[in-house]
C-alpha cells in the first residue's frame, strides 16, 4: 500500500488553462491542470474535494510518468489493490474518475480510461448491499460519457445548494426562539433533503459503467443499452427508431427510451428479425427488429 506524499497537495495547483493542450503531460501537471479547472467553475470550494485521492493515485502511478503511458490495465490494476482499503472504496475512487474522465475531455488520453476504474464488490455482494442485478448486469447505472458528466453536474448543482441550505439553518437559528420557530424547521427540512439527495448521487457516481464500445461490439447482433434500434409495427408498418439507454437518460421526444421501460425491456438481448410483443392498456403490439445499430 502507497502513502501518498502529502505535500504534493500544496504544489498541484497550476495556473488556469482550459483550453484542450497541444500534448500529453505528466500526471503531476494533469493534476494541476484538473484543478484550476475545478477552481473556475461556480464552487471553488470543491476544487479540492476527494484531491488527495487523487494525490494518492498518481503517486502510486509515478507523478513524472507520461499521462499517455497510462492504460486501461494499469487502471484495473490500482482499482482492484485500492479495493482492500475498505468498504467504501469505490465511494471514495470517485475523484480518481473525475480526473480520468477530464483527461479524456481534454484529449490526454485515448479512451475514457474511467470505464477501468472499479472496485471488486465481491465481498459486498453477499450482503446484498451492491454486485450484481438478478439478470446478472451491474446494478449500478449504465450511462453513456454524456450522461456521466450530467450526473456529475447534477451532484456539483446539490453541493452548490447544500452550502446554500446550511447558511440557511444558521441564519434562522439566529432567531434563538426554537420552540415556534417556522423558518428553520422549513430551513432543516430543505437540509436534510438536500444532503440525502447528495448522499444518493455521490452513491450513483461511484458505481456508475461509463458505456465503452459494448453497443458497436454488438451492432447487428443483439440489443444493449446503448443500441439504435429500427422497429416496424406489425400491424400498420410504421418504422419507430429508438435509442436505449439507462433510465436517468430517458428522453422519449428524442427517441432514448429507458431500459425499464415496457417497450425497452421488450427488446433488449433480442436480435434482427426477432419479433416481440408488448402488452399496454389498449391491447398488445407486436414490433418486428429490422436494424441494430451503435
Known sequence: ???????????AVAPDVTSVSEGPSNLHDALGKFVADKKSGKSSKRSMEGHQE?????????????????SPSL???YAREFSQRGADAQKRLTPVKEFLVFLRKIEWTEVNLSVHLRASRSRRTASG?????ANGQASGPRLSEEGYNRLLAELDK??????????EVKEAMAGKDFRENAPLDAAKERQGFVAAKIRELESEVANAQIL?????????????????????????GKRINYILVDKREADVSSGKISTVSPVGQ?????????????????????????????
Not at 493515485?57 to 499521462?67: A, C, E, L, Q, S
Open 54 to 70: 487523487i494525490i494518492r493515485f498518481i503517486d502510486w502511478y509515478g507523478r513524472d510518468r507520461k499521462v499517455d503511458d497510462l
Open 212 to 236: 465503452s464500445g459494448e453497443a458497436q461490439a454488438n451492432a447487428g447482433k443483439r440489443i444493449v443499452v446503448g443500441s439504435n434500434i429500427t422497429i416496424k409495427d406489425v400491424a400498420s
Open 129 to 133: 448491499r451492491q454486485g450484481t442485478a
Open 266 to 294: 421488450a427488446l433488449l438481448d433480442h436480435s434482427v428479425g426477432d419479433t416481440v410483443e408488448i402488452t399496454v392498456p389498449k391491447g398488445t403490439l407486436s414490433y418486428l427488429i429490422e436494424k441494430i445499430g451503435a
Open 158 to 167: 446539490y453541493k452548490d445548494e447544500k452550502v446554500k441550505a446550511d447558511q
Open 75 to 77: 487502471v484495473e490494476d
Open 1 to 11: 500500500m502507497v502513502t501518498p506524499n502529502n505535500s504534493a497537495a500544496d504544489t
